[in-house]
DNA sequence: TTGTAAGCGTTATCAA
DNA sequence: TTGATAACGCTTACAA
């Protein structure tokens, strides 16, 4: 095969320096006018691609960013990591995915491994311990998605609204007995919702609240939850999300429980399966794209100049780490209806 | 913070030469046995990580790869996205994801770019030109998922088969008249998958296939088949994929067409939500960890030792390129079921 | 088996 | 504004 063209190549082909060249297609320093459409032309015309191993070894900045999330398979994240590539590439940069399979062990691993070829990571990590992430995210920029850790950079959905919102739906719809199905205790979001979930209560004469307990964050977590909603004597049940609120549709129509007739159903998230069931989930919808878009210009956006890693917080530097909060809409469909006369 | 660690460092704590302390920490070239305990003690201690970019500049290997898939959130390509990517960690490379947004232009753009900062590409690109994918795989090492092309490597599923067992499982139900909602017209498998079809009805007596035209793969498209399917009078519809049966399901009910009284519905792929409508999905099931794993496998295993760019073909080297065909499956679930005497 | 030294392709420094 | 020249951290001849 041919080899490839080298920055020495188009200089002498433009007949000016190496080091000319390379000012001429950086469009740092100086160049005259004329020098640097001659240089263009000849990178152009034998096809110059910069070795980025060599820029790097020199700037200490590699041009990559890293995700780092739980299960791709999970509609989620898959989402997440759609707009966090999409945006990444716009910006010039190109995008290292690494799934942890919901190990914090494998995803400190991931972010130490991985970090060290890119400018900056966004971690999907809602099981991290706050002390392990605040201590990754030392001397790396790393901005942290849907998790909040002291003193690092942060974007999230605003939780507690997100079930304030399914709450009030459901209170209005003359539900008084309403069960949470929560997610992993460890889970920050999870917290996060059960948290706005009590504080909604408060606010909505009447309305109590029947802890089920947590469940995995996925359609089995559901299927469990589901037997114990018909035991609780709720009408309504919200669930730490989407995949749940699935499992738990499924698991009450095949016991028999008619949803939204007897029990309606709420979920969080909003993925695309959630209008494949019938009838189909009320949730809240969360901007997974908006999510990975302000991720990116988060690390992007960063005081430190995105060295390598031999830099100081990047995104957290300073301490006052920026954490951003977006809001999330309830989306109404066919899973919830007016509670049962006998139960109001 | 503390700058990197370098080889040198390494070096002068372990008392050898940095080529020493190179050739330890490599295992290549002879080095005793008791200076490599000390470089490796050393290199521990100090928390030595290798500068990649050092590396890659001089050895041309990049230690990455890079997965090409048209959308992220389709089920099918993060279960793909999820297998490579956890097959790539266990051989000790990271990888590149990239959406190209069912783009053509800019598939080839992410391999040409992600391409150059990686050691071999996995693509999947069921639309593109087959000219183009071979002139794309030339002096780069490519690995085609469900898909060929001449002289590039690949690791596709036996859509013949696939769509035979269904042809067969319908036929035997006693359905005779079944129709086609094709994919793209320029998708690969859907040429494959209509091609084996028409193959399997000739070998069953008595059945017809009813052709109801492209539609795109997803959703909506099925949605826009299903009204095509109550016109047909056919008793069975086969879906050239999931995405798209679950919305003739959908269609189908809100027309008020019973599944699987009325008409049976199969699939192909047997992504997750297959399993979350009611009735669930019959459908082909494709492995797709499998494909994953066998696409890196085969990446890796290429007869050039992957080097970045500089090197003849790669994993399609000499022109007669490996191709690896994987068995599917057929699940029967609640969409298909005896057709009704009346149409017998 | 080990050390010295020469690069890999680029950017940054410094004179001119 | 330009051109030598020195890095960047590593691997690999080649010599000892």
């Not at 002291?150 to 009030?168: H, I, K, L, T």
């Not at 309606?264 to 908006?290: H, I, K, M």
């Amino acid at each position: 095969m041919t080899p490839p063209v080298t920055l020495r190549d188009v200089a002498r082909a433009a007949g000016v320096s190496p080091a000319t060249a390379s000012r001429a297609l950086a469009a740092s320093g100086s160049t005259s006018t004329d020098r640097r459409a001659q240089v263009h032309r000849a990178a152009r015309e034998l096809g110059y691609r910069p070795n980025r191993a060599a820029r790097e070894l020199i700037t200490g900045r590699t041009g990559n960013l890293c995700l780092v999330v739980p299960d791709l398979e999970n509609p989620f994240f898959a989402a997440v990591a759609k707009s966090v590539q999409a945006r990444a590439r716009a910006a010039g940069y190109a995008v290292f995915v690494a799934d942890s399979e919901e190990d914090p062990l494998l995803e400190t691993e991931l972010v130490t491994q991985l970090g060290a070829q890119a400018d900056g990571v966004i971690l999907c990590a809602p099981r991290m311990s706050e002390t392990a992430l605040t201590r990754l995210s030392a001397g790396r920029a790393v901005v942290l998605v849907n998790r909040e850790a002291p003193g690092v950079a942060s974007v999230v959905v605003d939780n507690v609204d997100g079930v304030r919102q399914a709450a009030a739906h459901v209170h209005a719809l003359g539900h008084r007995r309403v069960a949470w199905a929560g997610g992993p205790a460890d889970s920050w979001s999870d917290r996060e919702r059960h948290a706005g979930l009590l504080h909604a209560a408060e606010q909505l004469p009447g309305l109590e609240v029947v802890d089920l307990g947590h469940f995995a964050p996925v359609f089995a977590g559901g299927v469990a939850a589901a037997d114990l909603v018909a035991a609780s004597r709720a009408t309504a049940v919200l669930a730490h999300n989407d995949l749940m609120a699935l499992g738990i549709l499924d698991r009450l129509r095949s016991r028999g429980t008619a949803v939204p007739g007897g029990v309606s159903v709420v979920g969080y998230d909003d993925v695309p399966a959630a209008t494949l069931v019938s009838p189909a989930l009320t949730t809240v919808a969360v901007p997974f794209a908006r999510l990975g878009r302000a991720a990116v210009d988060a690390l992007l956006a960063a005081p430190a100049p995105l060295a390598g890693g031999a830099t100081a917080g990047g995104a957290a530097a300073g301490g006052a780490a920026a954490g951003q909060r977006l809001t999330v809409e309830l989306v109404v469909r066919g899973s919830t209806a007016p509670a049962p006369p006998a139960a109001r």
